[in-house]
């Protein structure tokens, strides 16, 4: 097949898996990507598996300082409007270059890409989540408490609303206009149903087991947790969780992020500080370096509040680290209780009972972890991921193949 790529991802699982499928679908099929500038290019880098890699222009307007930071929504209105226009030109582009099928990615700005609404060629869009931030409660934090007068400007702006009414009707429009929607667990199908009203398929990702294996080191005296520092991610669950085990023998807590909220990072110090609990910071480390942080962890720990699916608790079992993880969303279909590490509720007392029982019990974490490592080279090879999509990129190309 002649395959076109669209995205705008930045760092993040989303681009690692992208990359992970292009490298097994360029040996089999010609691809050609279209991005934009916005896009982070340098980390893991797809142009390798491209014969083109086209980047089209594209820069957010300035967002306002204090004490005028309240139009900044109706700005983001805007570039969404802007945004649009641009991906019309990718658009032109792809469709005069008569390729079988596009598959198409999610959007940094925008969640679903608009060019999906003005496609020709028949597309796959793989819908890691829709726009969340629009459409699930605040996370409650204290650096986002407002005064009085604050609250009632809050009332009377009108442009956080005007954001959001472009922003849902542009992302809804732009995915029912996929040809097939792609999503990466059974948690966020049922998701995309309730805010598409639209089936997608289950197309599962996968891991590196030849990179994410166990390092031959012995284990450290901490337990680990992997991505972005911000707020849905759980760290602050995670703190207040190892509070409750004794001081004589909490271990540390290692927090490995490609992207870091500055707020957020302070309130983890003053929290971790309150709980007693002992935090290092890790910013953008290598693959190697996850590697071995991930094989010498104890455990490693994974809280974000409804993660549609996540990469890191594959990763760590990968490196035959057991995982104690919360039960909800995409998690509950990665991990497996008892066979591949431990899942507890969403609460610091039961969450720190299931990783004291590991954390004394070396023999039962040996075990797990061994049977973590055998389930994701058995169940969650990237060869098998790769294999999903291209069968749904041969259905939608049809004809054209």
Not at 155 to 177: E, K, Q, T
Not at 208 to 236: C, I, M, N, W, Y
Not at 325 to 339: D, F, N, Y
Request: hydrophobic letters at 40%; glycine letters at 6%; charged letters at 25%.
């Amino acid at each position: 097949m002649k395959i076109a790529v669209y995205h705008n991802l930045p760092s993040g699982g989303g681009k690692r898996a992208l990359q992970e499928l292009l490298r097994r679908l360029s040996a089999r099929h010609a691809i050609d990507a279209f991005s934009l500038t916005t896009a982070n290019h340098e980390y893991c880098d797809i142009r390798p598996y491209c014969r083109h890699h086209t980047v089209y222009r594209f820069e957010p307007l300035p967002l306002a300082r204090p004490p005028f930071g309240r139009v900044n929504q109706g700005i983001r209105a805007v570039d969404l409007v802007r945004l649009n226009r641009t991906q019309r030109v990718v658009t032109r582009d792809i469709d005069a270059g008569d390729y079988d099928v596009v598959f198409v990615h999610n959007c940094q700005f925008g969640a679903s890409p608009g060019l999906l609404r003005s496609l020709n060629t028949p597309s796959v869009y793989y819908c890691a989540e829709p726009p969340r931030a629009a459409i699930e409660p605040v996370v409650p934090r204290p650096y986002l408490q407002y005064t009085r007068w604050k609250r009632w400007a809050n009332l009377l702006d009108p442009f956080p609303a005007i954001y959001r009414r472009v922003l849902l009707a542009s992302d809804r429009r732009n995915a029912l206009s996929a040809s097939r929607i792609l999503a990466n667990s059974d948690y966020s199908r049922e998701s995309l149903y309730r805010v598409y009203g639209s089936f997608a398929q289950v197309s599962y990702l996968g891991v590196d087991t030849d990179h994410f294996g166990p390092a031959a080191l012995s284990d450290g005296e901490f337990v680990l947790s992997v991505g972005a520092l911000q707020a849905r991610k759980g760290f602050d669950f995670l703190v207040e969780s190892l509070g409750v085990l004794d001081r004589a023998t909490r271990p540390g807590l290692i927090i490995v992020s490609n992207y870091q909220e500055r707020r957020e990072r302070w309130y983890l110090e003053d929290l971790a500080e309150e709980h007693g609990v002992v935090v290092e910071f890790k910013t953008m480390v290598s693959d190697e370096a996850l590697r071995v942080l991930y094989s010498q962890a104890l455990l490693v720990l994974y809280a974000p509040i409804m993660e549609p699916f996540g990469l890191v608790p594959l990763e760590a079992m990968a490196c035959g680290t057991p995982v104690v993880a919360v039960r909800e969303a995409g998690v509950r279909e990665t991990v497996r209780h008892g066979e591949t590490g431990l899942l507890a509720p969403r609460d610091p007392a039961q969450f720190s009972e299931a990783v004291h029982a590991l954390l004394h019990d070396p023999e039962q974490r040996a075990r797990l972890g061994r049977c973590a490592r055998e389930y994701v080279v058995e169940n969650w090879s990237w060869d098998a991921a790769a294999a999903r999509v291209e069968e749904h990129l041969r259905a939608v190309a049809g004809g054209h193949v």
